[in-house]
Structure formats: C-alpha cells, structure tokens
C-alpha cells in the first residue's frame, strides 16, 4: 500500500544545530507539503513543493529549507535550531486531490 | 488571503447524542473546497468529509454530515450517535479549487471531549 512517512518520530537537539526532517511517499505525487502544529494556531504551511526541482515559501518560512531532488522525498532543515521551532511538524502529499499526511515529527529544541 | 476560523476551542458531548462544531472561513473565490480532520491522540490527520464549493448539497458520511452554507462562509460538522472514539481534535480547513494550488488552510482546532 502505498503510504507517506516521516523521520524520526521524535527529535531533541539544541540551539544552533542544523536539522533535517525526512519525509518519504510512494503515492507517486507531484504535490508535497510540510505543515508546522502549534497549540492555538493549528496546522501552518511553512514550505511546498508542486514538482522535482520546484519549491515554495508557505507563511511561516523564516529558518526553514526545503529541496526536491525526487518525487518521493521532501526533506526539511532548520538551518539553526531556535526554541521557537519546538513544534509538530507534519509533511503532506497531494495529487491536487486530498492531502494524505504523514505521522508527525516532534522536535523539540532546548 | 483565506482565513479559517473556529470559533469553539473545546466541546464536550454526551455518547449518543450529536454534536455540532463551527467553522467560518472568509475568501474572494468562488469555487473552492472545504474539509473537516481528525486528529486523534495518535497525532493522525484523518480527513473526515470534504464538501465542493460548486455542490449545494451538503456533504455525508456516515454519522457525520456538513452544513455548508455558502453566501455566510459557513461550514459546520455535525457528529450524530457521537461514540468514544469521536474524541479528538477537530480542524477545518480550506483549500482553493485552482489547479495546483492545493495548499490547505486550516482554523485552529475545535478539542472534542466525548463523555459517558
């Protein structure tokens, strides 16, 4: 069957490291997402991709990266860990349909 | 730009009774899509109903059914025979019907507590 799925299901790092979040689907989708959760803001889109090689800035951006070298995978980085990116990070794919998402990622940096 | 919000941050329902959560969202477009998650403790996003823009009849499934009213940007979820397991987060969310542009919009969650 095919699935989305995120690396790893729990992080601890600390101020200043460099992060990277993996996120891995075989529905073959062009479309993908990483959403960040928050309590009181709900889901917020931080970056997105409609492509290989195509990448977008969501509304919450500042001190992410993303790149797409493949369909199936859309890595996030922190380049510099902050506490304010303590978060759920959720990553998504779409066939311009329904958005299927992932398990979550919990990042917590101290 | 779209804005989705949920007015009700907590809920509480009896098991068997229903249960409605509110959702308004404010956008320019005229055909559009609307969906209600799930997000049980699992921390699963579990999509619940989706409703089109361009339908006017409101969206069912199963125990759960909307109550789109388009002219108000109204978009409630209605939970009949709620059971245990409807205990969760719920978020609406928002996304334009343009092609490529299948970017959600989401409120900020509506907790429901399902009691005995």
């Known amino acids: 069957d095919a699935e989305i799925t995120q690396s790893p299901r729990h992080k601890i790092t600390e101020t200043g490291r460099q992060v990277t979040l993996a996120c891995h689907q075989t529905?073959?989708?062009?479309?993908m997402f990483w959403y960040r959760q928050d309590l009181g803001h709900g889901l917020r889109l931080i970056h997105y991709s409609y492509g290989v090689h195509d990448t977008n800035k969501g509304e919450v951006s500042d001190g992410y990266s993303v790149s797409r070298s493949n369909t199936e995978d859309l890595p996030l980085t922190l380049e510099s860990a902050a506490s304010s990116q303590t978060s759920v990070y959720f990553c998504a794919s779409s066939d311009n349909d329904e958005q299927y998402f992932g398990p979550g990622t919990r990042l917590t940096v101290t | 730009a779209q804005t989705v919000t949920q007015s009700q941050p907590e809920m509480s329902v009896q098991e068997a009774e229903t249960v409605t959560l509110s959702c308004t969202y404010d956008t320019s477009e005229s055909d559009y899509y609307l969906f209600w998650y799930k997000q049980p403790p699992s921390r699963q996003m579990i999509l619940v109903i989706r409703q089109e823009a361009y339908k006017q009849q409101n969206a069912t499934e199963n125990r759960f059914s909307v109550n789109f009213q388009k002219a108000a940007k109204s978009f409630s979820l209605k939970i009949s025979d709620s059971q245990l397991g409807d205990a969760a987060m719920y978020f609406c969310?928002?996304?334009?019907?343009?092609?490529?542009?299948?970017?959600?919009?989401f409120g900020t969650g509506t907790r429901l507590q399902v009691t005995l």
């Open positions: 969310a928002y996304r334009p019907y343009t092609g490529t542009a299948s970017k959600l919009t």
């Open positions: 529905w073959n989708h062009n479309n």
